[in-house]
């Protein structure tokens, strides 16, 4: 088979598996049975039509010699893991959707390590859907297009598997954009799913917007090393050594690398004299609700690189609210945790107000004011790997999973 050594690792020759599809072995596991087929094309689906995905079953015995089952089903768009025993005692599929999306050229596999430690900790809670439909060179398309792409995506997961209700998004890098953009056109206002019962108040008990995401509950939003602010300026690409007019070219020339996607992330677009698409995003417009959307997870979480590039644009900061060095710590067991940020309105208001005051008005600082309408957890990290290699990350999110 092709064996990841790890999420963002090499690959490892070996026998093919039909269907393009991939199982590998994990490190501290050994694999006991596998089994995968397709399926008939005569056999029942949800929606009627005929089967065009593969499933199969991995088992793994840990170190304490406690097997596990891990159903693996490749659909069309995407690659759905569950707990086989805990679905077959609870004769449906966990309730909680988690939707994993990749970033600038990335895959599904990308997300490898952290859908099967998702399964494996929570096993009776959540199924796990690994995004497809942004992969490779289509991240170059734009993120409002690969947003329309995961928005379609999610609702045909959502079809299919009867019984989820609650739904989360963990995403990487330009992931964070393309995910941000899905639930705004996935956001539905509570009133129209549901008649409110009296006259209970619109806003949650946590103070966040009610409404559904595809017609599920709102959890967590999770982002990891994401661009919120754009990549424009202020030593965000490290390659470019901070040398302004290096950066500069970098704006005028990105979309000539990597598509629509270089104007977005470099606040170059002005479709129809538009304002660019990013700055767009931190506010609700006619069609799509990006803001309440956002607002109706009970926990935002950025995860944001402490030692290196868009630290400040992946924790939605200005440059004098990051943590100073000395403050940064370190967590014996999460040992790649260097700062934790629970949020505090109160303070971050103030500091907004004299902020205002002391800098000049542009594009990053009304996105800043607009994103921070809505209550985010920071979490600075020394390196954002999503692999065995940097596995405490990971465990501190699912630890840390709103359930």
């Not at 430690?117 to 796990?128: R, W």
Request: proline fraction near 4%; aromatic fraction near 8%; hydrophobic fraction near 40%.
């Amino acid at each position: 088979m092709l064996a990841a050594d790890s999420m963002l690792g090499t690959a490892k020759p070996g026998v093919g598996i039909l269907g393009g599809s991939r199982i590998r072995y994990r490190r501290g596991m050994a694999c006991v049975k596998q089994s995968f087929r397709r399926w008939s094309a005569q056999e029942p689906r949800k929606d009627g039509g005929k089967a065009d995905f593969f499933r199969w079953v991995s088992c793994f015995k840990d170190p304490m010699g406690k097997v596990q089952k891990v159903q693996v089903e490749t659909v069309r768009g995407g690659e759905d893991l569950w707990d086989v025993a805990s679905t077959a005692e609870r004769g449906s599929f966990p309730e909680h959707l988690v939707i994993m999306v990749n970033g600038l050229i990335g895959s599904a596999e990308d997300w490898r390590f952290a859908a099967e430690q998702f399964v494996k900790k929570l096993p009776n809670k959540v199924i796990v859907h690994r995004s497809e439909c942004n992969t490779s060179r289509l991240t170059f398309d734009g993120v409002d297009l690969m947003g329309e792409r995961l928005a379609e995506e999610v609702r045909s997961v959502v079809r299919q598997r009867g019984g989820v209700q609650k739904i989360s998004f963990v995403a990487h890098s330009l992931g964070g954009l393309i995910a941000r953009y899905a639930i705004g056109r996935l956001y539905e206002p509570i009133t129209e799913v549901e008649p409110l019962a009296g006259a209970k108040n619109q806003f949650d008990e946590d103070g966040g917007l009610e409404g559904r995401i595809a017609g599920l509950e709102p959890m967590n939003f999770i982002t990891f090393a994401s661009p919120h602010l754009g990549s424009r300026g202020h030593k965000q690409i490290p390659f470019l050594c901070g040398l302004p007019f290096l950066e500069q070219r970098a704006s005028e020339t990105a979309h000539l690398i990597v598509g629509r996607t270089g104007k977005h992330l470099f606040l170059t677009d002005n479709d129809d004299g538009m304002p660019p698409l990013l700055l767009r995003m931190v506010d609700d417009c006619n069609d799509i609700k990006f803001r309440s959307a956002l607002r109706s997870f009970k926990r935002c979480v950025a995860y944001a690189n402490a030692n290196y590039d868009r630290w400040r644009t992946s924790s939605i900061r200005r440059q004098h609210e990051l943590p100073k060095h000395h403050l940064l710590v370190k967590d014996e067991k999460y040992p790649h945790i260097v700062f934790v940020d629970k949020g505090n309105t109160e303070i971050k208001h103030n500091e907004v107000l004299v902020d205002l005051n002391a800098q000049q008005y542009d594009l990053e600082e009304e996105m800043i004011r607009g994103l921070t309408q809505v209550s985010w957890e920071r979490v600075d990290v020394k390196s954002y790997w999503l692999n065995s290699d940097g596995a405490d990350v990971v465990f501190h999110m699912i630890d840390n999973f709103l359930i």
